[in-house]
């Protein structure tokens, strides 16, 4: 149970934080802009140009995607670090240490290098984004939706025959679920 309370603390701050990027908070995000260029100073100018380039509007709206995508990859890789350590932990009650402790110490260890990750990728992601092909993006995504996936539409076909979509299944198989 106590190991529990480690990653209820960890989803909490993650889950906040992911909350108030969706509730499109402009102060959160600047500021979450803030100290993911902090200590870089030509940074500042770089993301500036690219408000001015893309409008602020749009540049927050990609801004609020980029950061979303990168919470949601990069928490899934750490609840995978967490129960690996989860198990890892156990095998150090051996060395006489205890393993609450030591994952209580590993946890937090991972879960800075996850922010620190986190905010690299950020600026990466930022830095490497084409404010042409950004701002068109984002102006036909907002009038444009994107077709559901459709199965090919086929001749009447036996349920045992050769699919003809060429796959070499049978069409029951295949496309004729």
Known sequence: MEYDDVLNFQRSIVYGRRRDILASH??????FLTEIVKGIPES?????????????????????????QSIDLLWVDHLEAMDYLRGSVNLRAYGQ?????EYKKE??????EM????????????SSIDTTKASSLTTTEATTQSPSPKTPEFKKVGRNDPCPCGSGKKYKKCHGK
Do not use: C, S
Request: aromatic fraction near 6%; proline fraction near 2%; avoid cysteine.
């Open 97 to 101: 240490r205890d393993p609450l402790v």
């Open 107 to 112: 946890g937090l260890r991972l879960f800075k």
């Open 115 to 126: 922010q620190q990750a986190l905010k690299r990728q950020i600026f990466q992601v930022i």
């Open 26 to 31: 402009r102060e959160t995000i600047d500021q």
């Open 44 to 68: 500042k100018e770089m993301i500036e140009g690219k408000r001015q380039k893309l409008g602020e509007e749009n540049f927050h709206a990609v801004l609020r995607v980029i950061i979303l």
